[in-house]
């Protein structure tokens, strides 16, 4: 054997280089339990070019209201977004119990998430101190019985782009990570009275290809008892940088999942990030018991290739 290869078998592994640039400014806040770094301004300049595709209206099917971005984010900053998401951001694998029929049932949360935001009956000021939304003074003690976070500059800077090509606002971003085709999301609509109606929310991915999945929800026969033909599913392969706008009906009368899937593709990890908007305080408590919850702080290492405590 060569000296070099020797050399380089013995050699404890090197993790790989970010496929990002860090900017020195950080964001830091007591409900933060480390400092989350500012996008740099050459992604800062990259994102500015979003979207990076015409958005495709969806509305052919009976209560669809979406406008699907392929991609949104333009595909040279894409997978750096993701790196820099992964590494810099807190996560939880958050557990809960519900109850049914009297008996209580254990919930692991088959992803890692984070949430950041508060709903519009409050927000952060300059300083990062939560206020009345009206009043602008700080907020009693037991408002609210999670602690909200502001929303970092990493992500807010994504917020704004995103209600500039909508026209919606956001004061929630939910971010969930799939380590690998094991991790999913079953059937569901985010329908909470919380969110008002006919709500907004503009869903990114980032990392790996997923499946996303939609079905109608159950149609009740019409007044003559006939059966209503149910809308056909649809299946998007959400790339890096996509975008989904769902709003109008969605919410109300379709399901959507993202399954779990088998192969190398699923194995890279995905970021979903979702902006919505809780119009009242039960959408805060909402959001941060189902995605803080009360377990252990999780971050990306590099050297083992997984999130860790």
Request: glycine share 8%.
């Amino acid at each position: 054997m060569k000296r070099g290869a020797l050399d380089s078998f013995f050699k404890p592994t090197v993790p790989k280089k970010p496929k990002y640039e860090t900017s020195e400014e950080k964001d830091e806040h007591p409900s933060y339990p480390f400092a989350i770094p500012h996008l740099s301004k050459s992604f800062m300049t990259q994102l500015n070019s979003a979207p990076a595709a015409e958005g495709k209206t969806m509305n052919s099917e009976l209560d669809l209201d979406m406008v699907y971005y392929a991609p949104y984010i333009p595909s040279s900053v894409s997978n750096g977004m993701f790196e820099f998401l992964r590494q810099e951001l807190f996560f939880q694998r958050v557990r809960y119990s519900i109850k049914r029929d009297g008996v209580s049932t254990e919930i692991n949360t088959p992803r890692f998430t984070t949430v950041f935001g508060v709903d519009e009956t409050s927000k952060f000021n300059t300083d990062g101190v939560l206020v009345d939304a009206k009043t602008t003074r700080k907020l009693e003690a037991g408002r609210y019985k999670c602690t909200p976070r502001p929303i970092p500059q990493c992500l807010g800077y994504l917020k704004a782009l995103t209600e500039a090509t909508t026209g919606e606002t956001f004061n929630f971003c939910l971010v969930n990570y799939y380590a690998d085709g094991q991790d999913s999301i079953s059937y569901h609509s985010d329908d909470e009275r919380f969110l008002g109606e006919k709500p907004a929310i503009a869903s990114f991915t980032l990392g790996a290809k997923r499946d996303f999945l939609m079905k109608h929800k159950p149609i009740a026969p019409d007044l003559k008892g006939e059966v209503v033909p149910e809308p056909k599913q649809i299946k998007l392969a959400l790339g890096s940088g996509d975008m989904v706008l769902m709003r109008g009906q969605t919410q109300a009368k379709w399901l959507h999942s993202v399954p779990k899937r088998a192969g190398d593709e699923a194995k890279k990890g995905r970021i979903n990030i979702t902006f919505r908007k809780a119009m009242v305080k039960g959408g805060t408590e909402n959001y941060y018991q189902y995605n803080v919850g009360t377990g252990g702080v999780f971050k990306w290492s590099a050297r083992e290739g997984k999130m860790v405590s």
